[in-house]
């Protein structure tokens, strides 16, 4: 995998993806713990991803239980 703009887009549109289909956040399918360069950037924009299709769920859908540190 290259580390590039294209690279970071098509992870991002994974992630949401991801987010869409009902997969939780822990289903990323990149490790960011490995040694690997490759490893650590997908599972940053995975996440990253996943996360703003999470976020924009959420602000549409104000009964969307959502974590304040209540």
Known sequence: MELNRQAYLALLKEGKA???????????????????????????????????ARTAVEAKNPEAEVSAGQ
């Open 18 to 52: 991801a987010f869409v289909a009902g997969d939780p956040s822990d289903a990323c399918p990149y490790d960011q713990y490995s040694a690997s360069q490759d490893q650590q950037f997908g599972a940053r924009y995975w996440t990253q991803g996943w996360l703003a």
